[in-house]
């Protein structure tokens, strides 16, 4: 029999080497063709076979070995696979291989057992082994039952992937999850103390700072101040109004109006989302408003409904909005309210108000914060009956805001056509869907009551902005105070650029990242200097050291209450009070931070601790217990050198650096030391105001603010009938100064410039004659006038920029003077002239006069006095009860030439004409009276009113100006 199989195999050996040789010699053939390699493939895969079985008969015939020897364990699985991979490929092995050479000596009698060639030939006879990929899966079957190993690796391996995810769950994850928290904990309380409170230090508003910081000056508004009650005069023609022109709409009124910047569907969809919105308010989403009868609001946020995407891309891409905001704040302002306010009929009037306190806001502190507008848009047409929103035109340039109230209801002005000239129908003159109003913040406003009872609810949208924050090193400024910004958290750090692509804006956990400033994508604008608006802690910070609202000391009850809600591990960690009952309302919330921080580091460490100590003893009990306790310690190295990283991150940034070395703690003005100053006064509407503390780039259109004092703008309207060539000779630029002089004289003008303290003097005859020829030759042409500016810019970073300390500052702004003055070209004498009249503020030890009574010369006779008033005049009348000559205003001229006189303390008197006079400005140096009470000298008098006084034993106070009067 096995003579018969030897003869059996050794006749298919010879047909199979004849079979390849037919095949190479055929005709046309082609090596590469698919059919010849296919078969040629098939063949080979016999080969191979044979050749697997003879290492396999030759490993099993090992002396020596027992089957269940970890060699065979680790032999013979590979050889399973082998055939395996035989099998699944008999199609595709690579024919070039097969020789007749390769093929005979496979088969060659002294290499392979001639049983087991027998077998193999045998096998391989039945062509459907080869290719019905069924018999090459039972193959498959057949050698994983015959080789237990591959059986006893697949468990194996299964067993390794369970065991490796319950190390993950209670040996990894543990560790890495402590680690983590630890790591946290501590960089929040290292940034905490590093940055955060040196923050709330830099940015703590009190009356100190109000007094140094100041830039404008204390105004007091009547009806006269109303710059107008047309809304033609503030409606943005996108058509023909240019960006110049609508800033100085907007710094004149302290509003405009822009058509259309939302579209019909656009608006619709978003009133739907408010309305139903409304329905399901939770009292932690509502807003509290004024007179809160009627009326719901809450914060909006960009994912709440596809309806609010658009919105902001609308708002964000209007070309003519977006020009007028750059021009007016700086390019890519920065978006710090979005909500909605819903009223529907029954609701009250609201009282009149500015959102912003005017002591602590951008209009008479420049450089301590920047400006803030409110964008309103109806989301349906509205009507005076509806509540469209009331406004006062020209109020935001008020500070003393005495008898506002009562003037803006008297007038009742409501924004109730938005398209005015612009209107194509009669219907149209409504505040229009869509429509949007843009206001200071600091213009008095409210909103009506909602009394139509067939009107539909009135839906408005509010978007607040503000110019971002001058990165990349820290702003000191800050957003205004006194207002709540009504904005979901998470909103906080986007400019107007992020709007534009709203809909491309990553969600969780990027924009958590980007609201507390830590990390935000770049976007599609790739640019890092334009894309962090205002963050989230720095906001804050501001309003929580200031006691704005929500962020009172009674607040923190609520933050931890909603956290108690929300689990008890985080109110175990996060929803602690204060326990110090000594603490003052400003340091409740320093104080939850600090022992938050504390608490987290603290019981981190102990979870730490234990989870690290688990993971030791575990690996001890592992065979690889070395690996296993290296792998422990690469992890936290990980984790903490990441923290380490973050840490020196920040450290290195300007915003980081700024903080560190103090630049952040510095006031916007340098202290300039003692020097003399000139006839310091407080200024009024008729004077010509030339400011010093302005004049920088990143103040954009508020640059142009005085141009909007009343003196000033006369100023100018005088300046504007001349054209002056810049070689023009003395003799004529003279006359012509002298004509502008008195024509701003006559009205009872003067001509102020700013000291280094802010204050405001009367400026001295060659200062005076300086200015006006330089303000005629620049007004005549436009590029002297753009290098003027340009100059100005340069002066006013040398004198209040990050590097005014250095040595070349003084330098730099007195070869920027003489460079001005070549390209204007003055020609004018200069004079030595000495102030009449020099003092040394509050802080100096300057020499001062005696106590001596003295009256101002001013004529007090009824002569002189019948018929010479005027409503809204500014003088002095005399009460008889207080025996005292006081300031006031005219508010009305009676019969029998009597004069209502409204005194700047709120008093309203009637007098006769006898008892008024003209009003002179107070002097340093007059003796005066405190409060009917006290004979003082006025020793200065500062932008905000308060004026300092020495008394007759040299006792040196402040009192405001409306306490002090002449004597009689």
Known sequence: MKRTDSTSLQTKRKELITLVNHIRLRPGHNEDSEATNIVLSRILAEVRRAEVEQIRNHILDCPGLSSKSAAYAAALPALEEAIIHINRNSDK?????????ALTSSFNEKSVPEVLIEEI?????????????????????????????????????????????????????????TCIFLVASYCAQSIYHTYYVPILDSVVWDDERREIESTNYMRSCDINDIST??????????????????????????????????????AAAMR??????????????????ISNKQRWSFPIGADCDPSVPPVLQEIATDESFVNTINKLMGDDPAMVEFTAITSAYGAGDQHWHADNDNTASQMHYSRSFVPMYSLFVPLQDTTPQMGATSACPGTHLCQDDTGLSELCDNLNFQVSDTRGRLAEREEDHVWKSGDGFLMDLNTYHRGPGHIDPNGTERVMLILSISPRPNGPHFDRRQISLGTSYSIRWDMWGLTFKDLAIMDKIKGFPWKQLR???????????????????????????????????????????????????KSKLLYFFFGQNPNDDGLEDTEVWPKYFEDTCARCVSYGKMAFGACSFFYLVVSLFQKKRVSSIVR?????????????????????????????????????????????????????????????RLDSAFLAGHNLIFNHQPGNTAYYELLSKFSVPKFTPAFIMVEIINTIRAGVENTDGRFLSQNDYGD????????????????????????????????????????????????????????????????????????????TSTFLKIHSHASVPKIARSTPKVNTS??????????????????????????????GIQRKKMVAVKFDDGDYQVLPMSEVRKFNHFEIGETVMVNLEVEVIIKYIAANGQVSVIDGDGNEFEVHIFEISRIS
């Open 862 to 891: 009824k002569k002189a006095n019948a018929g010479a008033f005027e409503k809204g005049d500014i003088v002095e009348g005399y009460s008889e009860g207080d025996d005292g000559w006081f300031k006031g205003k005219v508010s």
């Open 121 to 177: 030939i045998l096998s391989s006879s039945n062509e459907s082994s080869i290719s019905d990929p069924k018999v090459e899966q039972e193959e498959e079957t057949d050698y994983q039952e015959k080789g237990s190993p591959v059986k006893a690796r697949k468990s194996s391996a299964v067993v390794s992937f369970f065991g490796t995810i319950i190390r993950c769950i209670f040996l990894d994850l543990p560790l890495v999850t």
């Open 760 to 835: 405001w003097e009367v400026m001295e005859d060659q200062e005076l004659l300086t200015r006006i020829q330089q303000d005629l030759v620049t007004g005549s042409n436009t590029i002297s006038k753009s290098l003027a500016q340009e100059i100005k810019y340069l002066k006013s970073e040398s004198r209040y920029g990050r590097n005014r300390h250095a040595k070349m500052r003084t330098h730099a702004e007195e070869n920027l003077s003489e460079l001005e003055c070549r390209l204007i070209g003055l020609s004018l004498p200069k004079k030595n002239t000495t102030p």
């Open 229 to 266: 009650l047309n809304p033609d005069d503030f409606i943005v023609d996108p058509h023909s109004t240019t960006p110049d022109e609508a800033v100085e709409m907007t710094n004149k009124h302290g509003m405009t109006i822009f058509p259309n910047l939302l579209k019909p569907e656009t």
């Open 515 to 565: 609201a507390l400033g830590i990390y935000k994508a770049m976007g599609s604008h790739k640019n890092k200097n334009v894309l962090w608006g205002w963050d989230h802690l720095t906001v804050a910070c501001s309003r929580i050291i200031n006691e704005q609202m929500g962020f009172r000391a009674e607040d923190v009850d609520d933050l931890t209450g909603k956290i108690k809600k």
């Open 93 to 101: 092995l690579d024919s070039s291989l097969l020789s007749t050479a």
């Open 632 to 692: 422990g310690i690469k992890i936290c190295t990980i984790i903490g050198t990441l923290g380490a990283l973050w840490l020196r991150h920040i450290s290195m940034t300007p915003w980081g650096k700024d903080i560190r070395s103090g630049v952040a703690q510095l006031s916007p003005f340098p202290d300039f030391g003692e020097f003399e100053t000139g006839r310091v006064t407080l200024p009024v509407k008729t004077d010509v105001m030339f400011s010093n």
């Open 272 to 289: 739907e989302y408010v309305l139903r919105k409304n329905y399901s308010l939770t009292e932690d989403e509502a807003i509290w408003l």
